[in-house]
């Protein structure tokens, strides 16, 4: 079983930039990132792929960044220009299957998840 443990959680205001960090216990081929705020389904806002294939929604693209470092196994979010609408908690996400099972925005591709951050956007 692999645990995930996220950090980065923060405040910050309109325009603002945060990075987000997951370390993951072992080796697993795809990850993704997840938010939701209260009242809503949870959302992806970005995968990669074993293949480094990136996936981002419109609502994110050209904002965030997901990256990987390989040495650490872990995954991180970079988000840019932040809006009051990003405003959720944040889950990073893991599968044991190389593509998510081509479900890279959906909570079905994956099989771990972390145990949320809250990032708020003022």
């Known amino acids: 079983h692999v645990q995930l443990v996220e950090s980065g959680r923060g405040s910050v205001q309109a325009g603002g930039s945060l990075r987000l960090s997951c370390e993951a216990s072992a080796y697993v081929p795809c990850m993704g990132w997840f938010r939701q705020a209260p009242g809503t389904e949870r959302e992806g806002v970005a995968s990669?792929?074993?293949?480094?294939?990136?996936t981002y929604p419109d609502s994110v693209k050209g904002r965030f960044t997901i990256s990987k470092d390989n040495n650490k196994n872990t995954l991180y979010l970079q988000m840019d220009s932040l809006k009051p609408d990003d405003t959720a908690m944040y889950y990073c996400?893991?599968?044991?299957?190389?593509?998510?099972?081509?479900?890279?925005?959906?909570?079905?591709?994956?099989?771990?998840w972390g145990q949320g951050t809250q990032v708020t956007v003022s």
């Open positions: 990669r792929a074993v293949t480094a294939k990136t």
């Open positions: 996400a893991m599968a044991d299957h190389p593509t998510c099972r081509g479900y890279y925005l959906a909570p079905r591709g994956y099989n771990y």
